[in-house]
Structures are given as C-alpha cells and as structure tokens.
C-alpha cells in the first residue's frame, strides 16, 4: 500500500516563505510592543530612527517591497496581490512584528493618489512616500469647517502658472514635523462642495508655518497650520479643479478606517491578560467583581466588532464597496478605544490615575486615557458618523 503526501498549495507556499522571511529578518526588539512614540519611525527629510534594529527593519522591509505590499512595482510597493498582502499582514500579526514605518502617507494620501492622481505624480510621490523621504500631515478642518467641512474658506487663487493660497487649517496632526501637506482649498466660491480643490503642498514654501495645540494628555500632535500668500505650483493640484470633496471623501474612507482600527490593534496583550496582572485571581475568578462583568462585556463587543471586520472585509474581496461602513467602524472602534482604556485605568487604581513619575511609568496609562477622548473627535466626529450610519446605512429619514 502507498501513501501519497499532498503538496501544499502555492498560497500555503508562499505563507510559509512569508513566515521564514519575517522570522529571519526582523528583529526581536522589533516584535516588542509599541510603549511610546519613540518606538515609531515616521521618516521625513529630519526623520531619524531610534536605534539600529529599527532601521535595519524598515530597510529590509524596504528592499523586499513590503512597505506597500499591495501597491504596484512601479510605485514603490511590492505588487502583491490581495491574497498574498493578506498573508503578510498576518504573519506580521502572527509574530507581533511592528509597522516599519507609520505614515499618513500610506494609510491616506496613497490609495487617493492611485485612484486620482496622474501618473507623473504616482511616479514621483508614493515611490517616496515607500522609501520614508516624504512625512506627510492632512490639511482638511478650519477654526469654522470642523463637522461641516465643506464650509471650509482656505482659498487657492489661480495666478496662472500657480496658485496663491491663503488660510488656515486646524487640527493638523503632527504638521510641526510635517514636510508636505495634502489640502483641501477653495477654488470657487460660488460653489460649496463643487467648489473644492486638492493641493499638495510643500510645508517648506515661505508662507507656511505652524503653532502646536496642547491637549489635556499633556502632548500635543495636533497643530495649526497658517498660509500666508503661499506660492503652490499647477502641477500640485490632484484630480480636476473644483472637484476635490470627491478625492476628500474617498481619503476620509480610509482615515476612518485607520481611526477605527485603533479599537482592533492599540493593544496586543488581551485585555483579561492585563486584567489578570493588574488584579490577580482567585480559582481562576479575577479577584474585582465589579470590574468582571465590565471585562467580559467589554471582551464580547471586541469579539463581534473584529468578526464584523472580517465579514466585511470578504464581501469587499468579492467586490462590494465599503461605503458608509466606515463610518460604523470608525465610530464603533473609537468607543472600543476608550472603554478598553476606562477599564485599563481602573484596574490601575491610584497607581493608573498618576500623571508623572517613573516608577508611574511618567503618567503613560491615564495620558493615553486622555488621548483616547479626541479619537471621537478626529476624522470625522461620532454624532456626524452616527448621522451617517443612519441615513446611507440603515436607510432611516432624514425628519
């Protein structure tokens, strides 16, 4: 009698390959969770990186194409296909690799240029964005175009061969470290939404400055950004003129996906993992029976939330839009984000609430509590989510 072995399929092939690579090339350091920002390589013309194994990590991750795996060869991604962008993610998840650099650049201003922009600006801008050289910010709110964004009043005025712009935008992440900034302007002030155009500009050009915002954690990412007479060259402008708040709600589709995800990945050890070192247990019961109810309900949310993204996600493999859903998940994950971190804080008890000191580990837990409040705020607030979850996705009247 023979025995026949099955060969294992070119997707199981290509995982194991994956696997191999990944266990290989990146580093232990680099499997570490992520405890601050200085464990977080942004890259940018004064980008550095904290040490060796991190940047030996983003250039292996470079060389090999997976910065990008999904995006095309010829921009500077790996040219995988969606299966095989799968996998690496996944095995990256497996073994608790670290992002080899966060971007704004990737997660948003990427996926707009690849729909909208023209092939001169795919050729020069994402193979840079791949290699780290660009840091990018998102110029979208104003002091009075917060919830109605299309109010926005930053002006682009046509001089010929370029534009002047005039304006300022507000709540502008990281843009004091920003070298670029992709902006919504104003073309035409006749029209609202029809009046709105895409502007990449260079945070360098004379005119532009910043002024930081301090939030209640103590840090502050965000930022005001000013333009004083900015000179922005013709060729800057993404998609046709005056339709911008199309290329807009599509990157705001994949902010609010970033944003949503926080609720799925902020925090790799299980929640009852850390509610078992902080709490202790007595025959397997945590020792707190206040704080078990919150934990298990808060444990089932996060079940249902991470099945719902993955049900979603093979419906989009199968080519249906995402749409509004992202609104769902960007407001559902937020709530997740902040629940999770009310219970973290109270399972620290006194030692949770500290705001500084470093046996407190300098305030870290109640700084990230804090933070947590202007997730419902950025991209897109939870009441304006909410309205939209209402109207396109559960088909509810408007009245």
């Known amino acids: 009698m023979t025995t026949t072995t099955e060969m294992p399929t070119p997707i199981e092939t290509?995982?194991?390959e994956v696997r191999n690579w990944l266990e290989a090339n990146c580093p232990t350091s680099m499997r570490q969770p992520i405890k601050s920002e200085k464990d977080l390589y942004w890259?940018?013309?004064?980008?550095?990186?904290?040490?060796?194994?991190?940047k030996a990590w983003f250039e292996a991750m470079y060389e090999k194409g997976w910065i990008v795996p999904h995006w095309p060869k010829e921009y500077g991604g790996g040219g995988l296909g969606k299966e095989e962008n799968k996998i690496v993610l996944q095995e990256m998840a497996r073994l608790?690799?670290?992002?080899?650099?966060?971007?704004?650049?990737?997660w948003m201003l990427g996926p707009a240029l690849l729909k909208f922009g023209s092939e001169e600006q795919k050729r020069h801008y994402l193979p840079e964005i791949t290699a780290g050289k660009i840091r990018w910010c998102q110029g979208y709110s104003e002091p009075n175009a917060g919830s109605?964004?299309?109010?926005?009043?930053?002006?682009?005025?046509?001089?010929?061969?370029?534009?002047?712009?005039?304006?300022?935008?507000?709540?502008?992440?990281y843009a004091d470290n920003a070298d670029w900034i992709f902006c919504l302007v104003r073309t035409n002030k006749e029209a609202k939404h029809g009046g709105i155009s895409f502007l990449l500009i260079d945070m360098a050009t004379q005119g532009v400055s910043t002024s930081p915002i301090k939030l209640i954690s103590g840090k502050s990412p965000f930022c005001e950004t000013f333009f004083d007479n900015v000179k922005?060259?013709?060729?800057?402008?993404v998609g046709e003129l005056n339709r911008g708040w199309t290329i807009?709600?599509?990157?705001l589709t994949h902010e609010r996906e970033m944003i949503g995800g926080i609720g799925e990945t902020d925090v790799k050890k299980p929640l009852h993992q850390v509610a078992i070192e902080s709490l202790g247990t007595e025959n397997g019961t945590l020792n707190d029976p206040i704080l078990r109810p919150d934990i298990a309900r808060w444990s089932i949310d996060k079940m249902a939330y991470d099945i719902t993204i993955k049900r979603t996600m093979d419906e989009v493999k199968a080519g249906q839009s995402l749409g509004a859903a992202s609104s769902f998940?960007?407001?559902?994950?937020?709530?997740?984000?902040?629940?999770?971190?009310?219970?973290?804080?109270?399972?620290?008890?006194?030692?949770?609430?500290?705001w500084e000191g470093e046996e407190f580990n300098y305030g870290q837990l109640a700084r990230q509590f804090c933070r947590t409040k202007g997730n419902s705020i950025e991209g897109g607030t939870s009441e304006v989510q909410l309205n939209i979850v209402a109207k396109r996705i559960l088909g509810l009247p408007s009245k």
């Open 14 to 16: 290509f995982r194991m």
């Open 43 to 54: 890259g940018g013309r004064n980008g550095t990186f904290a040490n060796e194994d991190q």
């Open 96 to 106: 608790g690799c670290r992002k080899p650099i966060t971007s704004f650049g990737i």
């Open 148 to 173: 109605d964004l299309a109010s926005l009043a930053t002006s682009a005025v046509d001089m010929g061969d370029h534009y002047v712009v005039n304006g300022q935008k507000v709540w502008t992440s």
């Open 232 to 237: 922005v060259p013709k060729e800057n402008l």
């Open 248 to 251: 807009a709600k599509y990157l």
């Open 329 to 354: 998940f960007k407001y559902y994950g937020t709530e997740l984000n902040k629940a999770k971190y009310e219970l973290m804080l109270a399972m620290g008890g006194y030692n949770g609430a500290a």
